[in-house]
């Protein structure tokens, strides 16, 4: 005779348990490595037929967060659980992307009034209440992966895909945050960019590795550049060493640099002398050096410009 199955009134389940985990054990080491979530059709492969996940969600074992997505246990989620429930939800050809991707590749910050994206390939998904789906007319193997087992874009896809949708500022800050944290390079995006047919971020974000620029090394550098290009001066340097110096901003035709003065690492009185001894050895070699410091670039950008174009700082072509 068929016996009960363990914990679920009403539900009877005919598996021998000596010869295979219980059905709920086998559940529980499946969401264990999804972060904690499953979906229908996983748990139907693992043997647990629609009542029995009707039965569930009843007893508060499961709790639905998409049409066919389960969290196993528990409400309480991770943004890496609201991430791969969203990718289950889309079908088995879906990844993460556009924001959402760049918030896994920690390329930018997570903001909770986004929507979760996700791309599916044209004609593979459909809409989802609390989702934000793409269609892509192609998504490539070559253009998705796995970042803490959740399918995602590669950084360089990711992006391509950021460059339709972020700010002149925020995508020049995704592409310096992806090159300085060594997760992708040149070759990668422009491999991407081959790819791109058409889209209409291709040409920003080609812009910004035309001349394969070094990342940034913190906000405030980040900020001073967007200071500068926003009030059209040319694009300087960053962070190409000079002799035994890296400065932070550079223009070698007009012999300046600009050094990026931060109160988290400038306050204190090591950082003082390093600062002091950077300057000298700059001078030393013929520059003219500029501070600009967080005050400066964020509250007075017009003042700061003034400082740099009477330095000598060029614009590009035409004077705004």
Not at 81 to 103: C, D, E, I, K
Not at 122 to 151: E, M, N, Q, Y
Not at 255 to 266: F, G, I, M, N, Q
Request: overall charge positive; some cysteine; glycine content about 8%.
């Amino acid at each position: 005779m068929p016996r009960r199955e363990q914990g679920v009134a009403g539900v009877w389940c005919p598996e021998d348990t000596q010869l295979h985990p219980p059905l709920d054990a086998r559940v529980a080491a499946l969401a264990a490595e999804q972060h904690g979530v499953a979906s229908v059709t996983q748990l139907l492969e693992l043997g647990m037929s629609r009542t029995a996940i009707h039965v569930r969600v009843r007893n508060g074992r499961l709790h639905r967060l998409h049409r066919g997505v389960y969290a196993v246990g528990h409400e309480a989620l991770t943004l890496h659980a609201q991430f791969m429930a969203a990718v289950l939800a889309s079908g088995p050809a879906a990844a993460l992307g556009y924001r959402s991707g760049g918030a896994l590749w920690t390329i930018m910050t997570w903001e909770d009034t986004h929507l979760i994206e996700v791309i599916v390939a044209r004609g593979a998904g459909r809409s989802r209440p609390g989702l934000h789906i793409h269609c892509a007319r192609k998504l490539d193997s070559r253009d998705v992966t796995r970042r803490h087992g959740i399918p995602v874009t590669t950084p360089a896809r990711t992006l391509l895909d950021l460059a339709d949708v972020l700010t002149d500022k925020g995508l020049r800050r995704a592409v310096r945050q992806a090159q300085a944290l060594h997760l992708t390079n040149v070759r990668q995006i422009a491999d991407v960019l081959t790819r791109s047919n058409g889209r209409r971020g291709a040409s920003r974000l080609a812009a910004l590795i035309a001349d394969g620029p070094a990342p940034t090394r913190s906000e405030l550098e980040d900020l001073v550049l967007g200071v500068i290009l926003e009030g059209g001066l040319r694009k300087p340097q960053i962070n190409r060493r000079l002799g035994r110096v890296y400065p932070d901003l550079r223009w070698p035709e007009q012999r300046l640099t600009v050094e990026c003065d931060s109160a988290t690492w400038h306050d204190g009185k090591l950082a003082q002398e390093d600062d002091a001894e950077r300057q000298a050895r700059l001078e030393a070699g013929g520059e003219r050096v500029l501070r600009v410091t967080w005050e400066q670039a964020l509250q007075h950008p017009e003042q700061t410009i003034a400082r740099l174009v009477a330095a000598g700082a060029p614009y590009t072509g035409t004077r705004p």
